[in-house]
């Protein structure tokens, strides 16, 4: 049997773990949340527990189109069995109405009570399969300018909400960049996702942000066809900890990066040797901005069945 290369095997993208059409996805793109849930599985239920992942995804995307959208990822590098479903909520609006799931949805709660294991394995629901006090979350708004506290102005995001208070809209991340939206990769159509973090200092939270942003302006125009990248805030959790989501082709289109790095183009030139910090506050580049040691990398792939070796459901 030939060996198979990588010009025979393509990993899908994430939007094809879900009948939906394209339109009808919602992404890292098109989103106004993402809800990062994250868990361990078992070793042993590790095939059950990406097939009630999978199902449990599959529902929601077409009970609650145009509310959420769930993918599932794996780590690329990293900690095996751990998976990442991205929540891609319309808004928090939109949370509320998930919320009623609990109760109200019968084919939601036939998913997870449904008996999972067999028998002779010992039973049980998914709650078996997955390591207890594992799952963690991280809730992420698409990142503009004057969140948190960072403009002395008004903004044209801010309005009245009609009941006397003041409503912040939060764009969307596609309005981050120029790039035409058929050639923006996103969570659902990207081969790789890398999730950057890293924590601003506090002193440096404004120019830290538009740091941030004017490196998403520079790659995306750079590095378009191959990366896209968007900026993210962290809702709840910890303050001025952002997040970039740099959506690759595939694993390959790292080489991509390495290299706009290492032709150093004016644009990405001006972005990295810039004065972000006034002299009058001690001067300095965006290294100054950031805790150090606070900023790391983690790399995902969308799950797909025969990855790492996993069974499919059966009819998949």
Not at 30 to 55: C, D
Not at 160 to 179: H, I, K, M, N, W
Not at 249 to 258: A, D, H, Q, R
């Amino acid at each position: 049997m030939p060996v198979p290369t990588s010009q025979d095997f393509f990993i899908p993208s994430a939007q094809h773990q879900t009948t939906l059409p394209p339109e009808k996805i919602l992404h890292s793109a098109n989103s106004g949340v993402i809800v990062e849930r994250v868990g361990q599985l078992h070793a042993e239920f590790r095939s059950e527990g990406r097939q009630f992942g999978r199902e449990l995804a599959e529902y929601l995307n077409t009970n609650y189109a145009g509310i959420v959208s769930v993918f599932v990822y794996e780590e690329t590098f990293g900690v095996k069995d751990r998976l990442h479903f991205l929540m891609h909520l319309k808004s928090f609006d939109a949370y509320e109405t998930l919320v009623q799931m609990g109760t109200q949805d019968a084919g939601w709660r036939d998913i997870m009570m449904r008996p999972r294991i067999p028998e002779e394995r010992g039973g049980g629901t998914w709650d078996r399969m997955f390591l207890d006090g594992g799952l963690k979350e991280e809730v992420l708004i698409p990142s503009t300018f004057g969140m948190y506290g960072t403009a002395d102005s008004r903004l044209d995001t801010v309005r009245e909400d009609g009941s006397g208070g003041v409503r912040f809209d939060v764009p969307t991340a596609q309005l981050q960049t120029d790039v035409p939206a058929d050639e923006i990769l996103h969570s659902a159509n990207c081969g790789i996702l890398m999730h950057r973090t890293g924590e601003l200092n506090y002193a440096f939270r404004a120019e830290g942000r538009m740091f941030a942003r004017a490196l998403c302006d520079a790659w995306n125009e750079s590095l378009k066809g191959h990366a896209t990248i968007f900026l993210y805030e962290e809702a709840f959790g910890k303050s001025d900890r952002i997040h970039h989501f740099i959506h690759l082709k595939s694993l390959s289109s790292y080489y991509t990066l390495m290299g706009l790095r290492a032709v150093n183009t004016s644009a990405t030139r001006e972005v990295f040797t810039k004065q972000w910090i006034s002299d009058e506050r001690g001067g300095g580049g965006w290294e100054r901005m950031f805790v150090q040691g606070s900023l790391g990398d983690m790399a995902l792939t969308p799950q797909h069945w025969g990855m790492y070796a996993t069974q499919a459901a059966e009819g998949e």
